[in-house]
């Protein structure tokens, strides 16, 4: 079967910057929902422990409970909101509020201007009254950006509208909190950090997609995908390739078949602009569910190591390729 292999050293490169801009590895959230971007949920928790990371964000109630031994606290963006020592809940409606249980720890999220989730800034007094109400323990408020790797006006007037969410917070009678809102291209183009913890995503997974005109902080890719050959034949020049054909051999050639394909998150993408791994051989036809054919007779190539470089050839982003990759994909440390 195909595999994955994760690279610590690279991961570890990618945290120490993360807490370069932070100025402390304490202040770092890694972000493991929808399996750690692909790179394996308890896996990549264990590293991130192992380096010191104390705080983690995920998705779900599910996946907390497979990290929860491992961090201080795991914030959960999106789930029913319920009393524990570990876990804190985003709150993205008045109608979160309502229905959390009783001495839940929560965090606010404000709507600064994404207009996705998040309390409106004309709910804020009302939400601040009903957390009151229901008896929950207010640990911290968040926002998202929703430019910040974009070199525009946008990142700025959200953080001025967090500064009065924060003002109102604070006359409401709430102190102690961790207020955060960087994500990782804010964080990377950071020159003052000052809150109290980042969102650290794709960034300690090795990418950097902020455009040039930023100072580049380097990043390392932690994935790389492999794939073990199943079969090879040698195929006569006209003979063709696949489901429909789509491929014509020019010639005599090698061709050999491997074991990836859509069915384990690869993209099927398009056979009339092949992809090309990162060993520098084009997939040959159509992508199967569990096939790619390709002109060679190694036991096992590498598929990509660098899904930000993977995505430009399919015409996406990093976050997608790796996240669509099947959780049953083998990974090993290296």
């Not at 928790?45 to 990371?53: D, N």
């Not at 020159?191 to 980042?198: A, R």
Request: net charge negative; glycine share 8%.
């Amino acid at each position: 079967m195909a595999f994955i292999k994760i690279n610590k050293q690279n991961f570890y490169h990618n945290l120490n910057q993360i807490a370069l801009q932070t100025g402390s590895v304490d202040k770092i959230a890694i972000v493991l929902k929808d399996n750690a971007y692909g790179h394996g949920l308890e896996l990549m928790g264990r590293l991130a422990s192992e380096f010191g990371i104390k705080h983690a964000v995920v998705r779900k109630i599910i996946e907390a409970e497979l990290i929860k031994p491992l961090f201080e606290t795991v914030l959960v963006l999106g789930d029913s909101i319920i009393k524990d020592e570990v876990y804190s809940f985003a709150i993205n409606t008045l109608e979160d509020i309502k229905q959390a249980q009783k001495g839940a720890r929560v965090e606010l999220k404000v709507d600064t201007g994404m207009h996705r989730n998040g309390i409106a800034l004309d709910e804020l007094d009302e939400a601040l009254g009903l957390i009151k109400e229901q008896g929950l323990n207010l640990v911290g408020i968040m926002t998202h950006f929703r430019s910040a790797d974009e070199l525009s006006s946008a990142l700025f007037w959200q953080q001025k509208q967090f500064e009065i969410v924060k003002q109102t917070v604070k006359q409401a009678g709430f102190t102690e909190l961790r207020v955060h809102s960087h994500n990782t291209a804010a964080i990377l183009r950071s020159k003052s950090f000052d809150e109290d913890l980042v969102r650290v995503g794709i960034g300690v997974y090795g990418y950097n997609e902020l455009p040039h005109s930023f100072d580049k902080v380097v990043l390392h890719p932690v994935m790389s995908l492999h794939a073990k050959k199943v079969s090879s034949r040698v195929l006569k020049a006209g003979e063709r390739i696949g489901y429909g054909g789509d491929f014509i051999a020019t010639d005599k050639m090698t061709v050999s078949t491997y074991d990836l394909g859509y069915g384990d998150g690869w993209c099927r993408g398009d056979s009339a602009q092949p992809y090309v791994t990162s060993e520098g051989l084009p997939v040959l036809g159509r992508v199967s569910m569990d096939f790619i054919s390709l002109e060679s007779e190694q036991e096992e190539v590498c598929i990509m190591n660098d899904a930000q470089k993977a995505a430009k050839q399919l015409g996406t982003i990093s976050y997608e390729v790796t996240t669509s990759l099947s959780v049953d994909i083998p990974k090993e440390v290296i």
